[in-house]
């Protein structure tokens, strides 16, 4: 059995779930996203194919890629194509113990972490301290089931639109 464990995230959401807008994220967090690429270097990542199309860089660097979608011949450059979570995840977990990686990281869209929060043994959130505006929602899951482990407030920077809060929970 691996040892590598499924997180969630990193999720960005605001007060109202909402993670995404317009096929993009709904605010400019730079500290944000210089805290997931941290937490998500040299670690396998795990996304839908939106997510994938919405990055600024394809593939994201120095991190195993693994693009889910519906469509079989999709061929994501630099990424490994998948059809079905499971094997994504199975794929994920044997590259992370090749890479000494001990978790992989499912990183979007919103469908995608309703597949990996029930599977999950930690969630990476970050909670945005406002109200936007967006068509994509996490999926709401049972707070009560995790303990906040670590909890880190960031005031809203020169780079940054919004306060935030990085959170690390971890199933009870």
Known sequence: ???????????????????????????????????????????????????????????????TNIVLSRDGSFQPKGAIPCEDF????????????????????????ASLFALALPRARRIYLTEVLAEVEGDVHLTPFDESAWTVVREEAHPAGPDDEHPFVLKVLERR
Do not use: H, Y
């Open 1 to 63: 059995m691996s040892k590598v464990i499924l997180t969630a995230g990193p999720i960005a959401r605001d007060r109202n779930g909402v993670i995404g807008k317009g096929g993009g994220l709904p605010w400019r967090l730079k500290t944000d996203m210089q805290s997931f690429k941290a937490l998500t270097l040299g670690k396998p990542v795990i996304m839908g194919r939106k997510t994938w199309e919405s990055l600024p860089l394809k593939p994201l660097p120095r991190r």
């Open 86 to 109: 499971s094997e994504a995840v199975q794929i994920a977990r044997e590259q992370a113990e090749e890479d000494g990686a001990e978790e992989v990281c499912v990183i979007g869209g």
